[in-house]
């Protein structure tokens, strides 16, 4: 498995639960019937503060992702070599990051074409809430659909993306 696979699959993950302690949480507050929960301002707080919790996470994810990357490949080029030394190793393991980093074309058009898909779940989600307030449904419920929209879009950016590094991508 390649680098930005992995890379993918960890960010894609992180990101899946968020969303889920989110519907746990959203749940949880609507069934409680609070007074609280039936305000905007409190939803609007509530989102906000998830959306601070999933970027603090993918920082501190991708941070221990780097780490772990780098001893993995640490492990990796002593088992192959018993007789290299740490200094020959830290040089081997900083062109090997510097290589499985590098974008290339290929993974610029990966990106494009599976963002795409996010696009076309927030445009629907948009869609969606909208049609929400037409219908008379509560403000909370388009913002909810709204929020959802967009996390259901990056979930599913992510499984495209990884579908592409597998299968790789036709120029069409």
Do not use: C
């Not at 200094?87 to 081997?92: A, C, D, Q, S």
């Not at 967009?150 to 592409?164: I, P």
């Amino acid at each position: 498995m390649t680098y930005h696979e992995k890379k993918t699959i960890v960010t894609s993950v992180t990101g899946l639960l968020i969303t889920l302690s989110y519907l746990f949480y959203a749940i949880f507050k609507y069934n409680e019937g609070s007074a609280e929960s039936l305000t905007l301002k409190f939803w609007a707080t509530t989102m906000l503060y998830f959306i601070g919790i999933g970027i603090i996470a993918i920082i501190v994810i991708m941070i221990l992702f780097h780490i772990f990357y780098s001893i993995h490949l640490a492990i990796k080029l002593k088992m192959e070599n018993k007789d290299i030394t740490d200094k020959e190793i830290e040089v081997k393991i900083s062109s090997m990051i510097k290589t499985d980093t590098t974008e290339d074309e290929m993974g610029k058009l990966i990106e494009l074409k599976s963002m795409r898909i996010g696009f076309i779940f927030a445009g629907i989600g948009f869609m969606m809430s909208l049609f929400s307030i037409l219908l008379g449904y509560s403000p909370i419920i388009m913002l909810n659909i709204l929020f959802l929209s967009f996390s259901t879009g990056s979930a599913f950016e992510g499984l495209l993306q990884l579908y592409y590094y597998r299968k790789g991508i036709r120029h069409a």
